[in-house]
C-alpha cells in the first residue's frame, strides 16, 4: 500500500508520489539558537525524524535538511544582556541543540545550514525578487509586496481581506502595505550586519528558509515540515518568496505536528509553563520523553504531565523486559518445535499492522499499539513448554526493527551494585518517614530495572530478575 499524508495545503490526505521515484527531498524547520530547546522543539525534531526513518525503511533515500536560525532578534538580545558576540552565543546553543536532540533519539540532518553562513544566497533571492518587482527597498529596509502574490493565505486558507484584520505598520517601519513582510532589516546601531545593496543590515526572518531549500534541494521539494505555529506566517511567506521567484510549486506535502500542552494548559513563555528537554532528560529517560511523543498522534495536540511521563515509562519498560526475557530464553529453547509456522505467522500479521498504520499519515500512536501486541504475544509464547530458536529470532527481530523505525533503543539500563543499595536505602528512610508514595515509587523504579525486593525480617534483600 501507498504511503497516505495528511497535507496542509489540501487539508486531506494524499497519496505520497515524490518527484523522482525512491528520492525524497525534505527540509524541516530547525530552531532559533539563543536558549536550550524547549519540549515544543523537541516534538517536530522527533517526529520528523520519525518520518525520515519511515521513509528509508520503505526504501527512500532521503535528503534531509534542517536549519539553525543563528541570528535574530532574540540572539541579539540575549547577546547584549550577556555581554556576549551573537556567533558565540549561537554556537553554544547549536551544541546543546545536538546534545539534547542525539539523547532523544534523532539522527543529525544530512545539511543543517545556518543563516550566517547562507548570506550569498539569501541576497541574491532578495535582490531577484525586487528585479521582479515582489519586493522593494525602503530606507534600508527591504520589503515583499504581498498583495502582489495573487495566492497568498492558500496554506493556512485565508484570504487577503481577513489578513488585513489587525494587520499594522510598527513604528519605524515605512512599508507600502501593512501586510508587507520585512525580507532585510537595516541594521541598529552596534548591532551585527552585513553588507548589501541597500545598505547594512541582516536578513528577515522567513527569507532565510525560502533561499536555503533552494540552494541545497532546488526550486520545488517533497516535504516541508515544522510545527503548526509555522504554518501561518511563517510557511505562507516562504511560499509566497519561492513561488514568485520560481514560478514552481514550492513543496508538494506540507506536514505539522501540533501544540504541546502542559498540565492541560497550553504551553507559553508568557504563562511561564514551558520545559525544557536539557532539564527533563536529567530526571528521566530521554528515550521515554521519545516514547512519549510518539504515544500521540503528530498532528493531535500532546499534553505532558509528570504523572504522564512516568505512565510512559513504565509502559516503555514492560515491552524491553519482554525482548530481554527472549534474549534469556533463546539459549534453553530448542532448533524446531511443531508450531513454529503458526508464531511467525502471527510476528507477520502484527509486522504488517504495524506498516499500515505507519503508511496512514505516520500514525506511531497505532505503530506502538502494535508493539505492546508484540510484547504480549512474546509474553504469551514465553509460557511455552517448548521453544524455538527461530521463533525468538524472529520476535527480536522483530522488536529491533520497530524500535528502529521508532528511533528507539532496546537497551536497558544496567543499575550498579552500589546504586540498587543506594535505592534501597533511600526507600526504607522514606519508609520510616511514612512517605509511602515515595517507596512504593522507588520499589517500581528498581522493578522496570529487573531489580527484585524481599522486605524480610532481617531487612530488605534483593536480586537481579
Known amino acids: ?67 539553525f536560525t543563528d ?55 532578495i535582490g531577484a525578487l525586487i528585479e521582479k518587482g515582489y519586493a522593494y527597498e525602503s530606507n534600508g529596509d527591504v520589503y515583499y509586496r504581498t498583495r502582489k502574490f495573487a495566492e497568498y493565505g492558500k496554506l493556512s486558507h485565508q484570504s487577503i481581506d481577513e489578513l488585513r484584520v489587525g494587520a499594522r505598520i510598527e513604528p519605524g517601519e515605512k512599508k507600502q502595505d501593512s501586510l508587507d513582510f520585512a525580507l532585510w532589516k537595516k541594521a541598529k546601531e552596534g548591532e551585527i550586519a552585513w553588507e548589501s545593496p541597500w545598505g547594512k543590515g541582516r536578513p528577515g526572518w522567513h527569507i532565510e528558509c525560502s533561499a536555503m531549500v533552494k540552494k541545497y534541494l532546488g526550486d520545488t521539494i517533497d516535504i516541508h515540515a515544522g510545527g503548526q505555529d509555522l504554518a501561518f506566517p511563517h510557511h505562507e511567506n516562504e511560499i509566497a518568496q519561492s513561488e ?20 492541560n494548559e497550553k504551553m507559553s513563555k508568557s504563562l511561564g509553563n514551558f520545559v525544557l528537554v536539557n532539564d527533563i532528560i536529567k530526571v528521566h529517560d530521554p528515550q521515554v520523553l521519545r516514547f512519549f511523543m510518539l504515544s500521540v498522534h ?31 530464553r533463546k539459549e534453553a529453547s530448542s532448533e524446531l518445535t511443531d508450531q513454529n509456522a503458526e508464531w511467525l505467522g502471527r510476528i507477520n500479521g502484527l509486522h504488517h499492522e504495524f506498516v499500515a498504520a505507519m503508511d496512514d499519515d505516520f500514525n506511531t500512536a497505532n505503530g506502538i499499539s502494535v508493539l505492546f501486541e508484540l510484547s504480549k504475544l512474546a509474553n504469551y509464547y514465553m509460557l511455552e ?11 527480536m527481530s522483530e522488536f529491533g526493527l520497530l524500535f528502529d523505525i521508532l528511533g ?25 518517614d511514612r512517605d509511602f508514595q515515595l517507596s512504593d515509587q522507588i520499589r517500581d523504579q528498581l522493578k522496570d530495572m529487573n531489580i527484585i525486593l524481599e522486605d524480610t525480617p532481617q531487612g530488605t534483600r534483593w536480586k537481579r530478575g
Request: hydrophobic letters at 35%; charged letters at 30%; proline letters at 3%.
Open 1 to 67: 500500500m501507498p504511503i497516505q499524508i495528511f497535507n496542509t495545503m489540501t487539508r486531506k490526505k494524499e497519496e505520497f508520489v515524490p518527484l523522482e521515484e525512491g528520492k525524497v527531498k525534505m527540509y524541516v524547520c530547525g530552531p532559533t539558537v539563543y536558549n536550550y530547546i524547549h519540549i515544543g522543539n523537541a516534538r517536530p525534531a522527533i517526529v520528523f525524524d520519525t518520518v525520515r526513518r519511515y521513509l528509508e525503511f520503505r526504501d527512500y533515500k532521503v535528503q534531509f535538511v534542517s536549519n
Open 71 to 125: 541570528v535574530d532578534d532574540k540572539l541579539i538580545r540575549v547577546a547584549k544582556e550577556l555581554g556576549e558576540e551573537v556567533p558565540a552565543i549561537a554556537d553554544r546553543f547549536i551544541n546543546a541543540y545536538f546534545e539534547d536532540v542525539s539523547a532523544l533519539g534523532c539522527k543529525r540532518a544530512d545539511i543543517h545550514p545556518r543563516v550566517t553562513e547562507s548570506m550569498e544566497i539569501i541576497l541574491e533571492f
Open 244 to 263: 514568485a521567484l520560481t514560478g514552481k510549486t514550492f513543496a508538494r506535502y506540507w506536514m505539522h505536528n501540533g501544540y504541546i500542552n502542559i498540565d
Open 298 to 328: 503528530y498532528r493531535h495536540p500532546v499534553n505532558y504531565s509528570h504523572e504522564l511521563l512516568e505512565n510512559t515509562k513504565s509502559g516503555l519498560e514492560r515491552i524491553k523486559t519482554s525482548y530481554q526475557n527472549l534474549v534469556h
Open 385 to 395: 513448554k517448548n521453544t524455538s530458536k527461530e521463533v525468538i529470532d524472529a520476535f
Open 408 to 432: 528507539l533503543s532496546l537497551q536497558t539500563q544496567e543499575l550498579l551494585d552500589d546504586e540498587v543499595e543506594a535505592l534501597i536505602e533511600k526507600r526504607n528512610q522514606a519508609r520510616k
